[in-house]
């Protein structure tokens, strides 16, 4: 699988900020299709808000801001604490000040880039076990309150694509799970929880009205998830003009629910 956030070229040690970056040209060139699942994820996010009796949301994968109700929320009496592993710079400025919002930088991985690109040399077998060491700590996150995770667990494993070494298969798909596994138990930490993750990318030939029959499926996620409840699903339009993947149109089938 292919990282849709990886702009060609860009240096590994970059990572966070070229992911930014990508988002923005995606959603810019796909503006419908994002629209459409940001309206979608932000009901998600609002009616699960309706339920709740703590006032502070701690918000995991905040990114862009273009998928969360943050205004809404804001406007309706809570704080909340957006955490990235990279703000963009235009985001901190626009909200700079604003009472009720914190930004947190933090690697919610426990230290994925640090592992694969420390200075030491690494290779895929060390890399594998090293993730399995990794143990995702809520020591800075308040625990006590309300976590959503906004379109994150699927982007987790996207590094170990930047790494200076292959991965096979198999190797991929176990440290894949293991960092989202660890995600999970990361947000078991919480009081109550709501997870908003794509499930399954599928490719379809280009056309110019609605896609046909896939031509591939593949998974995003490498672990089961513990619905509480039933989660909404829905299709996410990621890329219909053939930047993703040549020659194909690609959705994603996203799930949003209660933990």
């Not at 089961?224 to 993947?245: K, N, R």
Request: with cysteine.
């Amino acid at each position: 699988m292919r990282n849709p956030f990886k702009p060609k070229g860009v240096l590994s040690r970059a990572i966070p900020q070229s992911y930014q970056r990508g988002i923005a040209r995606r959603y810019a060139a796909n503006r419908n299709g994002w629209l459409a699942h940001a309206e979608r994820t932000k009901s998600v996010v609002l009616r699960f808000a309706e339920r709740l009796t703590s006032r502070h949301i701690t918000l995991l994968g905040s990114g862009w801001l273009f998928d969360c109700p943050v205004q809404e929320l804001l406007n309706t009496g809570f704080s909340l604490t957006l955490v990235d592993i990279a703000h963009p710079p235009q985001v901190v400025l626009q909200w700079k000040g604003v009472k009720g919002l914190e930004f947190k930088e933090l690697d919610v991985t426990g230290g994925l880039l640090e592992l694969l690109y420390s200075t030491r040399r690494i290779d895929a077998s060390a890399a594998l076990d090293g993730v399995q060491g990794l143990l995702p700590t809520p020591k800075t996150l308040d625990t006590g309150g309300v976590v959503v995770s906004l379109n994150l667990l699927s982007q987790l494993p996207y590094p170990l694509q930047e790494a200076e070494f292959q991965f096979s298969n198999t190797e991929y798909n176990q440290a894949a799970s293991q960092l989202q596994q660890a995600h999970l138990r990361l947000l078991g930490c919480f009081a109550q929880r709501l997870l908003i993750t794509d499930m399954l990318e599928f490719h379809y030939a280009p056309n110019t009205q609605q896609p046909g029959e896939p031509k591939r499926i593949i998974p995003t996620v490498y672990t089961s998830i513990p619905w509480a409840t039933q989660p909404e699903s829905w299709v996410w339009e990621f890329d219909h003009t053939g930047a993703y993947l040549a020659n194909c149109w690609v959705n994603l089938a996203v799930k949003g629910g209660v933990l």
